[in-house]
């Protein structure tokens, strides 16, 4: 993969790992109730994956975004993203077990897949969002920030796997040893 010195067998901890983070980021961004976006002064109203709330006299008025079309495809989207990844997640460890019976190649476009479909719902969100229900000021929060963040670990992992493919002899270990002086 680079040529400054990385044990290519390393791999077969860390992507795994990598694609386990990826779906702990894409939960945390679906499970969170906290909100994707909360107004400036992050008093009045906050809005999730699935609910928006408003304040009103200090009195929290919570409705179901599920009403919304738009926000029905978002859900769907990162959940099917999610399911997806787990397989992805299990092929990566059935690849890097035995990389000459799994191709990591079907786990690059696995993951490639997910990260489009999580970009699309990801996208879809805000621009939603400020026609339908933006009054002031706001900013996406943390959550919003993990599901962006699962998104480009599964991108950043899908290209990392198709390099991979080169180098299954060195993470196997049945590469041939090259020596520097040859007689």
Known sequence: MFRCGIDYRRCKCIMPLLVLFAIIFDII???AQSGWVE???QESHYASMWQECRSRN?????KSLM???WA???AALMIIGLLILIVAFIISIVAMCNPGNCSFQSVAIVLFIVAIIQIIAL???PVNFNENIFEGQYNYTWAYGFGWGATII???CSF???CLTRYIDYIDGSEKIKYIYEK
């Open 160 to 162: 990392i796997f198709c």
């Open 58 to 62: 200090k009195k929290w008025e919570c």
């Open 39 to 41: 107004d400036e002064n």
């Open 154 to 156: 599964c991108l950043g």
């Open 29 to 31: 961004a679906i499970a």
């Open 72 to 74: 029905q495809g978002v």
């Open 123 to 125: 996208i879809i969100y």
């Open 67 to 69: 009403d919304y079309g």
